[in-house]
């Protein structure tokens, strides 16, 4: 009836549930980086990066720095680049920075100034990473060991035919 439970007796780990979203609110100021592996929700300011599974920034919210995360809603402020699977911009979400995604959407009356750039699939070669990354330095240069040029559409081009 009183025996320890089995959360108590492996170390208080909790098992698979879903952890309550940590949560910064409006009259909280961090400075410092935020590291969580579940969801952060953000009312207040954050000066420093933040890496998560799941960010909401409220309407409130003032972020300066870099963003990484499986998923992020954006509905205040943010300064810095958002590195994310799936971005959403509500129509209150201000963003001054460059968005690289898999999956972008934006509400119409939402503020961005940047760029946004899609990012490579994973299952691509390192081959072919290193020659986007080399042609979009506008170097034009080949990777070494690539036989020739592949086209934004995915059609292959001879290094002679830019």
Known sequence: ???????????GAATAKAAVPSIISTDMKIVGDLTSN????????VEGDIHSR????????QITG????????IYGTIHG??????????KTAHVVGDILHDNLAIEKGAFLEG?????????????????????SLGNGAKAPGV?????????KKSSNSQ
């Open 1 to 11: 009836m009183f025996s320890k439970s089995k959360r108590e007796l492996d170390g």
């Open 38 to 45: 579940g969801e952060i929700q953000v009312d207040g300011t």
């Open 54 to 61: 799941h960010l909401l920034v409220g309407t409130t919210a």
């Open 66 to 73: 870099e963003i990484i995360a499986d998923m992020v809603e």
């Open 81 to 90: 680049q958002i590195k994310a699977t799936t971005v959403s911009l509500a």
């Open 115 to 135: 760029h946004c750039k899609r990012m490579p699939e994973k299952k691509e070669s390192s081959e072919r990473i290193a020659l986007v990354r080399d042609n």
């Open 147 to 155: 036989p020739g040029i592949v086209g934004p559409n995915g059609e």
